[in-house]
């Protein structure tokens, strides 16, 4: 793309806030901008956000960069969007919120998912027959868990009727956002595609299906339009472009949700080529040529951003969450010397702790199920402990067993995830937040075992996949080329020393798993089933 060449303004609302970018090909992200957003945890497994709220951040990042980079925004030709995934917005005719969005940490809907798909003949908990059918259009089928979009419209229907009365559409976050823009509903083959409610058999022809309606019992004209990623949805409406301080008329494209943008963002485009992220949520995906589905494991092929291509989808519930959530409890509090310095941040204050213990963390090993977990076991019971933990236990120790624990569970996913692909990875490219930090891209290689690619400005890889799903739009660039723009920035392997010994530390992760989730589930369903707390 040349100087003469349009720019695309791409946007990218995660949990913890929005980033927006402007970015050419050739030049790359001319600059971007983020706005911290608030995540309200609310009991028996509630997770929302305000969808206002991404709204005024996107705002408030645009009108930065504009200020900062008013010719390149003049340049603007299309907005391309990417959300967390499998959240749920349900808005009037008008497009108004009529709730907060229930987001993809929420379970809330699991005891309701539960009892649609079970039968008189059950396989796992699911009534065979709708198990079969399900599996046969989609993929896959709504997961016990309750996290699931068809989950949050199903609690909202049970528990919230009047509002369930005046949906107007229920709206994944991207497409929320592409409504602001446009004013126009629609979701795409990719967006739609954890309500398990279409078939996508066809991946260039994706539907909603009939008899999955009527197993949900969802009203189908309370749902998008569907459309692929690449589609443009409609043009920026005059009072949208104001808000945001961008010039009128500019084509907004579906947009895609973030595993999907990732898997564009990290230049690992090609089938089975693999990349790892690590935010706030982790997983492991790549392109597959085919359609298949692990129900034991959780994980399926789905719809690809790409035209008729499929992606691998997976997710594990809490990763950089944990170092959150760490330095929340040991750190911070009244004791001005465990705070943040200016210049300092809390993960640079983390990670030097981190580096001060030994490997193995004298043998404390965390297990960071925060929040549940979706895959390779899909269980909203499971929570977090640290174990073999003594008096001489120190601080340190502590730290490094986080950023531990999250590699042993992700060695937990990468083992399923190449048994799914039938292939052994030899690299990962690794992007995210997480991603940020040689300390952790080491500690990755020691413990799956094998090369790790940190990508350069990893934690940019969602605009920059947005962007370029831009670019595919206009033609500009093919998919298969994306990796020529995408640089590594360095390479890690492991070491042979200390792979060893964590080879022997991941075996007592997975037997602390497997000794332990029976008391989870007797623990932690109270919370759910209006025992005590």
């Not at 709204?55 to 959300?83: D, G, H, M, N, Y």
């Not at 592409?178 to 994706?206: E, P, Q, Y």
């Not at 080879?503 to 109270?526: A, G, P, Q, S, V």
Request: charged share 25%; proline share 4%.
């Amino acid at each position: 793309m040349s100087e003469k060449e349009p720019y695309v303004l791409a946007v990218d609302i995660g949990t913890s806030g929005v980033k927006t970018a402007i970015v050419s090909l050739n030049n790359g992200i001319i600059g971007w901008e983020f706005q911290k957003t608030r995540l309200i945890i609310l009991d028996r497994g509630g997770a929302e956000q305000d969808p206002l709220e991404w709204w005024e951040a996107f705002i408030t990042t645009s009108r930065r960069l504009v200020k900062r980079f008013p010719s390149q925004a003049e340049k603007l030709a299309l907005i391309s969007c990417t959300t967390q995934w499998s959240g749920t917005v349900p808005v009037d005719r008008e497009g108004n919120p009529l709730m907060n969005a229930i987001i993809w940490m929420d379970s809330r809907g699991a005891p309701i998912v539960r009892e649609i798909t079970r039968g008189k003949i059950n396989l796992q908990g699911y009534d065979i027959f709708k198990l079969l059918s399900w599996i046969r259009s989609t993929g896959g089928i709504p997961g016990h868990a309750g996290k699931d979009s068809i989950a949050h419209i199903l609690y909202i229907k049970e528990k919230h009727p009047h509002i369930y009365r005046d949906v107007y559409k229920f709206l994944e976050p991207k497409d929320y956002i592409n409504m602001k823009l446009t004013g126009n509903f629609f979701a795409t083959f990719d967006s739609i595609a954890l309500h398990w409610i279409t078939d996508n058999r066809n991946i260039g022809n994706v539907h909603y299906k009939d008899n999955l309606l009527k197993f949900v019992k969802i009203d189908k004209e309370k749902l998008p339009e569907l459309r692929r990623a690449v589609d443009i949805t409609g043009k920026i409406k005059k009072e949208a472009a104001g808000e945001l301080g961008i010039p009128e008329g500019i084509e907004v494209i579906g947009g895609t949700p973030d595993v999907h943008s990732a898997c564009i963002g990290s230049g690992a485009v090609k089938d089975y080529e693999p990349h790892l992220y690590i935010g706030t949520s982790s997983w492991i995906s790549c392109h597959v040529p085919f359609k298949k589905t692990d129900l034991l494991h959780n994980m399926a092929t789905l719809p690809s951003a790409i035209p008729d291509r499929y992606i691998l989808a997976d997710e594990q519930e809490t990763a950089g969450a944990c170092l959150d959530f760490i330095y929340d409890i040991l750190l911070s509090g009244n004791d001005s010397n465990k705070k943040a310095s200016p210049g300092e941040n809390k993960y640079e204050i983390l990670e030097a702790l981190a580096q001060r213990a030994e490997a193995g963390s004298g043998g404390v090993i965390f297990t960071p199920w925060l929040f549940g977990e979706r895959t390779p076991v899909e269980n909203s019971n499971l929570r977090s402990c640290f174990y073999n933990v003594s008096l001489n236990t120190t601080r340190e120790q502590f730290v490094r067993a986080v950023y531990e624990g999250v590699a042993f569970n992700t060695k937990w996913l990468l083992y399923y995830v190449e048994k799914f692909v039938k292939k052994k990875f030899a690299h990962l490219n690794i992007i995210g937040g997480g991603a940020y930090s040689d300390f952790w891209c080491q500690l990755f290689a020691d413990i799956l075992g094998c090369t790790i690619r940190q990508i350069e400005q990893p934690g940019l890889a969602n605009l920059r996949g947005a962007a370029f799903l831009g670019f595919i739009a206009r033609r500009v660039i093919a998919a298969d080329r994306i990796h020529e723009y995408v640089p590594v920035k360095n390479i890690f392997t492991p070491n042979q020393e200390k792979e060893k010994l964590y080879k022997e530390m991941f075996k007592t992760f997975l037997d602390i798993y497997r000794r332990n989730r029976k008391i989870f589930n007797r623990i932690n369903i109270k919370s759910f089933t209006g025992g005590v707390n």
